[in-house]
Nanobody, 122 residues
């Protein structure tokens, strides 16, 4: 059974930082990209960042470019999202995703974590 478990969410003031982590178990997602999505109240789930299996290629939504950084450790089967200069509009539930197909806005995922809440106060 595949499990993706996120951690690191919370409440932070605007301008602050958070680091999200995701630990995968049950499979290694070898050869697959992994990523982070988010869903704000009343909005559709959207891709935030994506990283290739090698870690060489990354994708970021325009809204987070220059502020967020995605990384992965294949030996530990983990993926991380460093979020800096957070804004109130970053408030959402953030989901780790594995086994991604496609790239960027058209990406799809077969596996999801349970989500972690990120709240940025103004």
């Amino acid at each position: 059974q595949v499990q993706l478990v996120e951690s690191g969410g919370g409440l932070v003031q605007a301008g602050g930082s958070l680091r999200l982590s995701c630990a995968a178990s049950g499979r290694t997602f070898s050869g697959y990209a992994m990523g982070w999505f988010r869903q704000a109240p009343g909005k559709e789930r959207e891709i935030v960042a994506q990283i290739s299996w090698s870690g060489i290629s990354t994708y970021y939504a325009d809204s987070v470019k220059g502020r967020f950084a995605i990384s992965r450790d294949n030996a530990k089967n983990t993926v991380h999202l460093q979020m800096n200069s957070l804004k109130p509009e970053d408030t959402a539930v953030y989901y780790c995703a594995g086994g991604l197909t496609g790239w960027g806005k058209g990406v799809r995922s077969d596996y999801w974590g349970q989500g972690t809440q990120v709240t940025v106060s103004s």
